[in-house]
């Protein structure tokens, strides 16, 4: 049974970073894409970033282009979120999730797609 974990969250001011890390046991990450989400108090969940099993390919939603940068170690079996230029609006849970691709290959799912583990969510909250 795969397992993920997210930590790195915290409280940041406005203009500042974080790096999130979202750790997977009990499987191997080489078939499995990597998203990562956010939900916003009061608000829906919504996709963020994802990057393919290979990591040759990333998306990006467009309220974090340029900020936001997704990369992954799968020898660590570790994914990664580094977030620059932090904004209040950037405040919510965020959760990473796996989606079995089934393959190593550069395919990149939709935010629409089934993602087949979710870890429990960290906290980020940027605020001066």
């Known amino acids: 049974q795969l397992h993920v974990v997210e930590s790195g969250g915290g409280l940041v001011q406005p203009g500042g970073s974080l790096r999130l890390s979202c750790a997977a046991s009990?499987?191997?990450?080489?078939?499995?894409?990597i998203g990562w989400f956010r939900q916003a108090s009061g608000k829906e969940r919504e996709g963020v970033s994802c990057?393919?099993?290979?990591?040759?390919?990333?998306n990006y939603a467009d309220s974090v282009k340029g900020r936001f940068t997704i990369s992954r170690d799968n020898a660590k079996t570790t994914v990664y979120l580094q977030m620059n230029s932090l904004k209040p609006e950037d405040t919510a849970v965020y959760y990473c999730?796996?989606?079995?691709?089934?393959?190593?290959?550069?395919?990149?799912?939709?935010?629409?797609?089934?993602?087949?583990?979710w870890g429990q969510g960290t906290q980020v909250t940027v605020a001066s």
């Open positions: 999730a796996a989606h079995d691709t089934g393959r190593y290959s550069d395919y990149v799912p939709g935010w629409d797609d089934v993602y087949d583990y």
């Open positions: 009990g499987f191997t990450l080489d078939y499995l894409a």
């Open positions: 990057i393919s099993s290979s990591g040759g390919s990333t």
